[in-house]
């Protein structure tokens, strides 16, 4: 499942063209069969995007569910008009389930969509997926429709000798069971930037360690955060 940031344009004639390129979009990440969108742009976009998807009712293949994935509009109510189905809620899992999460969650719920909680948490996390996952069913009183669990990087040492950093080590994986990923989807958080198989690589590390899938962050589209423009971040996540 792709993270799709969609720029807000201020040139009128930019803001035109946004239209039919959030389209084009919207139907390559369907066609390519990506399980799901996370999608985080304004509620504009969203709404385009959304129609976009439903176009495909009733046909193979159909529309991919929308998660809002953005953190500038709290406005529930309206992301839901748009046609976003669910609302990744991140929580820092050092931090702890706190009544702010709980408070968001119920807002989304409220707005009748869906939650997918992203855990954000150290490499060396003593908590199980298991446990987490049995906390978070406990606050929202539900089970969620999927978690997102982001699992921050190794913070490599610098060699003074050297004065370089030295080659990034890898972020060591939990195990989700069998048992668990059959009761609720676990994605895992990859950012790793394409190129030199290092996007395949990462993916199937997840897989080996029992996760459903992998949440593709838009850092791994190469360039993207100087250029981002949406006809090549439609290219590259087709190819993906």
Do not use: H
């Amino acid at each position: 499942a792709p993270e799709l940031v969609i720029p807000e344009p201020k040139d009128p004639t930019a803001i035109l063209l946004l239209a039919n390129a959030v389209q084009t979009l919207s139907e390559r990440v369907r066609t390519s069969q990506a399980n799901a969108a996370f999608v985080d742009g304004s509620l504009t976009a969203l709404e385009t995007f959304c129609n976009e998807q439903s176009t495909a009712e009733g046909s193979f293949p159909g529309p991919v569910p929308v998660i809002y994935c953005g953190k500038q509009n709290s406005d529930f109510q309206a992301i839901a008009g748009t046609g976003v189905k669910a609302v990744l809620v991140p929580i820092d899992w050092q931090t702890g389930l706190s009544t702010e999460f709980t408070n968001i969650c119920k807002a989304v719920y409220d707005a009748e969509m869906d939650v997918v909680p992203e855990l954000i948490c150290a490499p060396d996390s003593s908590a199980s997926v298991e446990s987490m996952v049995e906390a978070v069913t406990e606050a929202l009183e539900r089970p969620p429709v999927g978690i997102v669990l982001t699992i921050n990087p190794v913070v490599d040492e610098v060699d003074d000798n050297e004065g370089e950093d030295d080659e990034a080590a890898e972020t060591p994986l939990p195990t989700v069971s069998k048992q668990l990923s059959k009761k609720v989807p676990i994605l895992g958080s990859v950012r790793v930037m394409a190129g030199e198989n290092r996007l395949t690589a990462e993916t199937a590390r997840f897989k080996e360690a029992g996760f459903t899938g992998a949440f593709l962050r838009s850092d791994c589209v190469p360039g993207f955060r100087l250029q981002p423009d949406l006809e090549i971040v439609s290219t590259f996540w087709q190819a993906c």
